[in-house]
């Protein structure tokens, strides 16, 4: 795909950001920068790692209304804030050592190649149908539950363990975006909830978080499918069943609970501070889909990221409409650092 380069001063900190965008179409607005698109870091996230003078990939198509939003979740303070993100290709890079990065289902071998097998057939079956055009939703929402119902069947029936996950997440082409954990740092030190919302595992998530991040963040609940060990071996999966299309809905029955419990620092649960108080939301997905996981919340403020990483072409312009923020070709996490900090930066919890 051919690019043209647009490179812009920014007015805070008088640096140079270059924006990537397909020459072939240019359907968003590119805005006068300010400090909020800028994505030079400063301050408090000069973070190991970060090169300033590397470039972004970043459209905002309506610089005003992102303004706005940005300042009225400022003047409320981050004890109104929660974290809604989406895992694979969201909080993960798309693209690992030159190929296209494991999400938290596809990265499973389960020592067991029969099963392994299986599984896959189920994908090259279901997969297409997934995105197919032509089937309407209901019909494509019952494939769907036909396919995860399938595949957690034969992690069971093929007894998985979970050293085989451990074993899968050290093997796995699975990568954080640079500066997730500083985010997630961040929004600890600010008592922040931030939910992860995956059609995925659960406990394959967790455990990526371990092994690539080396520490857990007590702000941090997964919302997913959550499986049940006996002795070491799956033996059943929690509750209803998550999948790609109903990802959203269900997520927010499971999520009230969980925000009730995390409003509280020292661990008791206040109803005082619960997922009604929290009425402002950051909301960071890769799909236009993911707009829906901070559906029901009823929130006052919604600054939405979009990380779209493939296809930039031909869905710039939606996302470009949909997200306040679109960050392209795969971009590190330091632009969504350096907001938060903004969004945080009148007064403590
Ligand atoms: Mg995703």
Redesign the pocket.
Known sequence: MRFRSWSFCCHSCRGIMRLRIPSASLPVCIPNLSSISCERISSRSQMEGFHPGKAADMVVADRLALESKVAAIRAAGPAKLQVIA?????LTKYWVDGRRGH?SHGLLQQDNPEFDAKRQALYEYYHPLEFSPTIPIEEKTKLMEEWWGKSHALLIEGGLSYDAIKKSVANSAVAFREGVAELLEFLEEKNVPVLIF?AGLADIIEEVLRQKLHKSFKNVKIISNRMVFNDGKLVAFKGKTIHVLNKNEHALDVAAPLHDKLGDVDGTIDDTDSVKKRTNVLLL???IG?LGMSDGLNYDTRVSVGFLNDNIEKSLESYGKAFDIVYLNDSPMYGVVKLVNELCSNGEN
């Open positions: 989406d895992f694979d290709a969201t999400s995956s997905g890769d799909h993911d």
